[in-house]
Nanobody, 121 residues
Framework: QVHLVESGGGLVQAGGSLRVSCAASGLIRSINTMGWYRQAPGKQRELVATITSGGSTDYADSVKGRFTISGDNAKNTVYLQMNSLKPEDTAVYYC???????????????WGQGTQVTVSS
């Protein structure tokens, strides 16, 4: 139905920057929301940031002022610019889309495969 492909993770020193992206393809009627979650070893998956089709954003308190989420509706792509990275930002980052899928009017949730972000101290 819908496939999400992430890219851009990697290893960076504390204080550095990374940008991850996630592109959706498939039987997409419309995308309602795009977001990023992360899961560190031994911890639950947590919300990082979300953006609606109208451009409204929301951030976890731990990343406010450091991370910026943006979307390109024409490309069905979401980005997460991560600045001033800290070792505690180390995690697997997952994108999450809520999508109305052709030919139904229903909205489904789709997840990316995850991309590793490692911040060294």
């Amino acid at each position: 139905q819908v496939h999400l492909v992430e890219s851009g993770g990697g290893l960076v020193q504390a204080g550095g920057s990374l940008r991850v992206s996630c592109a959706a393809s498939g039987l997409i009627r419309s995308i309602n929301t795009m977001g990023w979650y992360r899961q560190a070893p031994g911890k639950q998956r947590e919300l990082v940031a979300t953006i609606t089709s109208g451009g409204s954003t929301d951030y976890a308190d731990s990343v406010k002022g450091r991370f910026t989420i943006s979307g390109d509706n024409a490309k069905n792509t979401v980005y997460l610019q991560m600045n001033s990275l800290k070792p505690e930002d180390t995690a697997v980052y997952y994108c999450r889309f809520t999508v109305a899928v052709v030919p139904t009017p229903n909205v489904y949730v789709f997840w990316g495969q995850g991309t590793q972000v490692t911040v060294s101290s």
